[in-house]
């Protein structure tokens, strides 16, 4: 592959580097009263010198057109250009973006200077939004510049068309790169990429990315590798270009009156309605995030009972409400009606709302990344200072605020990781490619491994892909329609292509990597579509049962083709839906940012009676107002420093409990809360039951079960690492975990497929279909590579096996601090609390934790 910089443009030569190609973009920019920045200058000029890299600068700051106004200058200088009568046809700037609902934004960005200076270029759109003749019409007559998504840029490779439509392309610009890299959006994305390099060896790409903590190898992610057998040199590394804008962060928190010492999970949320209402300013735009969709449909009820005068300018937003509601809601924020917005992770992304003067954080982010994201969508402009007011559903969480203050003013940020080589994207990918212009094996298996997730792949893995597609692998071959691909002679070889039209038809519709159960739309009767909630929770429904979705009160009618009708009420309820994958964890960066500030913590309390809190290293309002909570725990039980690892035993009527407390993350406790509870029954049979949070796990036993002599006795153990794999496969019962995981992987691979528009199947036949796969493959073809990609990243992904080896390794290394304690603890009095939220019971949850800590206070009475 030649260097970017010899790209061949026929009509620029010596005009590229000439700084008058840049006129037009700085006439445009002094028009607009604006001087361009000068990571923007420098971006132009590195891409007209044939140099791709990756853009990371503050949210706000203008690098959409530090990404596009090179291309544009360089369509512009051309002899030809571009938008003129008889030049030549095809795409010349590609922006591929995560979100649809960006690209109204993106698009209003790019077209305002091309309109106001009427440049002979032309935009458009494509996702699956688009209308059908306007698909149509980019086709016969393209765009210069089209902004898409990486499931219709795959869509395109699956037509024929693809190599004259792409053969003009001269730069594709990443936007939010940071969210696609670290999943299999990104790596279908880089395989996407990749196929267009090797039809235009000189493509140059533009990343634009928040900040993580390993940038040069997004960057080189986003370049892909130099293609085997390149010239001597091959392509330049990715330059990376910074700005030196500084955007601070600013956080408050919330702090409740009183905390007492039995905190659990949620017991402050609602219950500090009143302190949050107080805190916002009607006359101030303010966006209040919450990590789930349950807890935001909660928190929109919540506000708008507390508050009814904003009933008009209250709004809620997230991804199971319908589009052309949420693009409203977009509307009325820029515009400046809609004053106060609960929403989620839908608007973490880069929508460009100037008016946003504050963000609300209700509950912890669990992870300075996304924190960092969403504090930049307050003061969404050059400068600004982003205000963050945190509210805390947990006294613990207040822990977790103090460490991210902490770790935020130490440029602390998580890595992103790409997949290693997801074999059911590249099965999808292939497929696509054989359904339009086809592919030679032996020289896309080259192509495939300059994209970076792929970089890896073996030839074994690459051959077994073409046989699964061509035969049916081993046990699918008398199926046709697994026998997708089909040989015809090209050159000296052949290329695989798709013949059957109906295979390529289905593959066409379920393009993507997205796979979530199965959602019914929810509708009303005579009336508008709302959204959608998964089928799990209609299905427990009765006609006449309400819930709350959309912020409405809603009646259940009855379900018509996995199509929920319902009518508004005022009947009462507190029925929410719940959305699988609500659950949020800490991150590693801040689970090791919490156990410094509980180390800071348990310094402070051992200082000499007398000393202020603020000398002793109780020194942010948050470790402050813990203070009472913290010297609770130290007097029942202990603080662990870092080197330290605190367990606790103690016995109640309900028999038996042990707590141990890594502060690692609800994850990795998850994993090492089973493995310990196996590992344990191994020495003394028995039922064990594991719960777990973000601190710590409890495992609880029968009465009698001898948790402190079996730990003194066996400690070493149950952090042994050599067998973790092996212990770790018979206490999650991971071929469980496996089959689960199979469905999205079959999904896809193109396994199991959804059916043709008016002809879905349930959730539960696609799941009925996936299983069936899954033990087919474990019976006759145990070698299947999608089975053990299956394992892999339950291992890797869900129970994050790296990180329960790391915690493990380092607790081994920690002085032991085994307690015994009359009673449990503030440290486990969550981890009770989440147990008896997950059991059936006539007593509600609030009657059960009163009683408890009545019962914990009479105690420390005597």
Known sequence: MAKPALMANQGLTAKRGS???????????????????????????????????LIQVPTGSGKTYAAVMGPIAELLAEDEPAGKEGSPAGLRLLYIT????????????????????????????????????????????????????????????????????????RCVVLDEWHELMGSKRGSQAELCLSWLRRLRPGLRTWAISATIGNLEEAARAAVGRPAPGATS???????????????????????????????????????????????????????????????????????????????????????????AEREAIEGAVKGGAMRWVVCTSSLDLGVDFQPVERVVQIGSAKNLARLLQRAGRSAHCPG??????????????????????????????????????????????????ACGPGFEPEREWAVVRTAWSFRGLSRDDWQWCLRFLEEGGECLGAYPRYRKLEREPAGDGFRYVVRDQAIARLHRLHIGTITADRAVTVRFVR?????????????????GDVFFFAGRQLEFVRLREMTAQVKATKKKSSAVPAWAGGQMALSDLLSEGLRVEVDRCARALAAPPGQNATNTGLDTPELRALEPLLRRQADLSRLPRRDEFLVEVCRSREGSHLYAYPFEGRFVHEGLGFLWAWRLARQRPSTITVSVNDYGFELLAPRGYPFEELFELHGDDLLEVDQLEADLEQAVNLSELGRRRFRSIAQIAGLVRNGYPGQSRSGGQLQISAALLFDVFSRHEPGNRLLAQARREVLQEQLELPRIRSAMERLLGCRLLLERTPRPGPLAFPLLAERLNNRMSNESLLERIARLRADAERAEAC
């Open 19 to 53: 700084p008058d190609v840049l006129a037009p973009i700085e006439a445009w920019f002094a028009r607009q009263g604006w001087t361009p920045l000068a990571f923007q200058r420098q971006c132009w000029q590195a891409y007209l010198a044939g140099r791709s890299g």
């Open 98 to 169: 995560p979100l649809r609902a960006l690209s109204r934004d993106l698009a209003l960005a790019i077209r305002q200077p091309i309109e106001a200076m009427g440049w002979p270029l032309r935009v458009a759109i494509r996702n699956g939004d688009t209308a059908s003749s306007e698909r149509t019409r980019q086709l016969r007559r393209p765009p210069e510049i089209l902004i898409t998504t990486p499931e219709s840029l795959s869509l395109l490779l699956a037509n024929p068309r693809a190599p004259e439509l792409f053969g003009q392309l």
């Open 233 to 323: 040199g091959g392509d330049p590394e990715p330059l990376i270009i910074r700005a030196a804008i500084e955007r601070p962060t600013a956080i408050r928190s919330l702090l409740p009156e009183a905390i007492d010492g039995f905190p659990w999970a949620g017991h402050l949320g609602l219950r500090m309605y009143e302190e949050l209402v107080a805190a916002l300013d009607p006359a101030v735009s303010t966006l209040l995030f919450t990590n789930t969709r349950n807890q935001a449909e909660r928190w929109h009820q919540c506000l708008r009972y507390a508050c009814p005068e904003m009933d008009v300018a209250l709004a809620l937003h997230h991804s199971a409400i319908d589009r």
């Open 384 to 433: 600004g200072t982003s205000q963050v007011l945190f509210m805390p559903t947990n006294a613990l969480e207040l822990l977790e605020v103090s460490a991210m203050r902490r770790s935020l003013a130490a440029g602390l940020v998580e890595r992103r990781r790409p997949p290693e080589a997801p074999l059911d994207v590249l099965l999808q990918h292939l497929t696509s490619l």
């Open 527 to 543: 009336g508008a579509v709302l959204g959608h909630v998964e089928e799990t929770f209609i299905s427990r429904l009765k006609p």
